[in-house]
């Protein structure tokens, strides 16, 4: 069973930053991709970014240019570098691990709490 445990949430003012972390155990396939999602209240959850283990990202518009994702292979530890954070970042970020053929595996963290305040 692959676990997510994450940290690095918090309460920003806007233009500040953030780094989130999410470190997987229990992890099997070499083949995988991580990411971050969030969940604003009223609001359904949203990729952020992802990254697959041979180094490739994608965003969503809104954090392109301002979030950055990374990740330690071989710690199976992903990052989330947020700069310049606006009020509408405000959400509930998850961290998510799709693993196996097909990435047939979908896993998903606790969430931890990103706050902007305006």
């Known amino acids: 069973q692959v676990q997510l445990v994450e940290s690095g949430g918090g309460l920003v003012q806007a233009g500040g930053s953030l780094r989130l972390s999410c470190a997987a155990s229990g992890t099997i396939f070499r083949i995988n991709v991580m990411g971050w999602y969030r969940q604003a209240p009223g609001k359904s959850r949203e990729m952020v970014a992802t990254?697959?283990?041979?180094?490739?990202?994608n965003y969503a518009d809104s954090v392109k240019g301002r979030f950055t994702i990374s990740r330690d292979t071989a710690r199976n530890t992903v990052y989330l570098q947020m700069n310049s954070l606006k009020p509408e970042d405000t959400a509930v970020y998850y961290c998510?691990?799709?693993?196996?053929?097909?990435?047939?595996?979908?896993?998903w963290g606790q969430g931890t709490q990103v706050t902007v305040s305006s």
């Open positions: 990254i697959t283990n041979g180094g490739n990202t």
């Open positions: 998510n691990r799709k693993e196996g053929m097909e990435l047939r595996y979908d896993y």
